[in-house]
């Protein structure tokens, strides 16, 4: 998660979710625009004012894209996310709940879970134990840290 929390900023909390957020990880402008497209056909959106709305040029984004946006990163808050009174406390645990989904992409973690998933929970705590005393062998911090 960001230094502090979740940025407070649209082009902050756009810039998050842009380089944390599975979603469109790798797509380039154009792709995201012709996505949102796609959620919302009457939308009028290019990849230079995504662009601009993302690194602050740009601050004020019609409802119908805050909502596109909203679907698109899978945000249930809606819109309402992107509004600079959103709850802070909330806003914080989205972005925990995006900085968690970006390790499940990112590392192979999609894949222990699966393994993980149906097993009892006598079981899941071995497997705990053991994840824990690799971390410990590997030199990392325990988790969560």
């Known amino acids: 998660m960001p230094e502090g929390g979740c940025p407070e900023t649209l082009s902050g909390k756009l810039d998050f979710l842009w380089r944390r957020s ?16 796609e959620i919302d056909p ?6 230079q004012y995504l662009w601009q709305l993302r690194t602050g040029k740009k601050v004020n984004p019609s409802r ?7 679907t698109l990163f ?18 914080d645990r989205i972005s925990e709940q995006v900085e968690l989904l970006a ?4 590392g192979g973690l999609r894949e222990v879970m699966l393994r993980a998933e149906g097993l009892p929970e006598d079981r899941l ?9 690799m971390r410990e062998e590997s030199g990392l911090p325990p988790a969560g840290e």
Do not use: I
């Open 22 to 37: 599975p979603v469109v990880s790798g797509l380039s402008y154009e792709q995201v625009a012709d996505k949102l497209k």
């Open 42 to 47: 009457n939308l009028s959106v290019s990849r």
């Open 64 to 70: 119908e894209l805050l909502s596109a946006l909203a």
């Open 74 to 91: 899978c945000l249930k808050a809606g819109r309402a996310f992107f509004e600079d009174d959103f709850d802070t406390d909330l806003a």
């Open 103 to 106: 390790a499940v992409a990112a």
């Open 125 to 133: 705590k071995a497997l705990l134990t053991v994840m824990d005393k």
